[in-house]
């Protein structure tokens, strides 16, 4: 099979600024997500890739017809009840809200800031893989070098990992791609791919609206907004003649038949 990119959004409430001190109404952490998500699918449609949502169970009850017309082209799959806590009988709750609006099967998890949850629980909650893992260091958010780079069964869970380069396992992920040049971003991407065969990259709506007038570090904000959009829409056109870009429980499939 053709190389391939499983490209996510974590379609959550907008609650980093909370991170910094600065304190937001639920609206707002609604509303900003939501306005990003309109800003971020033209393009998506544009260029025909079909993605996969992680979703707070929290956002689409808040907006069930936007994640009920989402899962019409695009993977719904969970992230969590609410994006700032967490329990475990959350998994399954978050799994039943999401089928009752989008009236089809979310198989595949994601822990809100990428947080280790023990795979036996997602596993009993009845998702068939989980992304949760970044397998990298950075201090004060990941330490996990020494865990499998590439996509593994545990617990009878396809984990799939965010991706990072092979060797020194510089992570391809979001702030990467805002903070990094262009050019140093799709050499990354492009040794990634080579090696393993696919990428995993995810994202979140709201940084495709403006969010510098919230409290947030330079490396945060940077590249917001139309920037984004325009600074994403460049590197998915250079990158799709390159892979086939599918959903990850279609990854899962792929997996299983050993074409990758």
């Not at 304190?23 to 309109?38: I, T, Y």
């Not at 099967?105 to 280790?116: C, S, Y």
């Not at 009878?156 to 991706?163: A, D, E, G, K, R």
């Not at 460049?234 to 429980?249: G, N």
Request: aromatic content about 14%.
């Amino acid at each position: 099979m053709t190389k391939v990119v499983l490209l996510s959004f974590d379609l959550e409430e907008f609650d980093i600024p909370e991170e910094y001190g600065q304190l937001l109404e639920p609206a707002v952490k609604f509303a900003v997500s939501l306005k990003g998500l309109e800003a971020l699918l033209p393009l998506l449609e544009q260029l025909q890739i079909r993605s996969t949502f992680f979703v707070t169970a929290n956002f689409a009850k808040q907006h069930p017809h936007v994640v009920r017309s989402l899962a019409q082209t695009h993977e719904v799959a969970s992230h969590g009840f609410y994006h700032d806590s967490f329990a475990v009988s959350d998994l399954r709750l978050s799994k039943d809200v999401l089928e009752g609006i989008t009236h089809t099967a979310v198989t595949g998890f994601r822990m809100a800031r990428l947080q280790a949850v023990s795979d036996r629980a997602i596993a009993a909650a009845g998702y068939v893989y989980n992304s949760s893992m970044n397998p990298t260091y950075l201090p004060g958010r990941y330490n996990n070098f020494w865990q499998k780079r590439t996509a593994f069964y545990s617990q009878q869970l396809l984990q799939i990992p965010v991706s990072v380069t092979p060797l020194i396992r510089f992570p391809l992920f979001w702030l990467s791609f805002k903070n990094l040049p262009l050019l140093v971003y799709k050499v990354a991407s492009q040794l990634t791919l080579q090696c393993d065969r696919y990428l995993n990259l995810y994202f979140h709506p709201w940084e495709f609206i403006d969010i510098t007038s919230f409290k947030l570090p330079g490396y945060v904000k940077r590249h917001s907004g139309n920037v984004m959009l325009l600074r994403l829409e460049r590197y998915l056109t250079w990158l799709l003649p390159q892979a086939e870009f599918i959903t990850f429980s279609e990854f899962k499939l792929v997996h299983a038949m050993g074409q990758l």
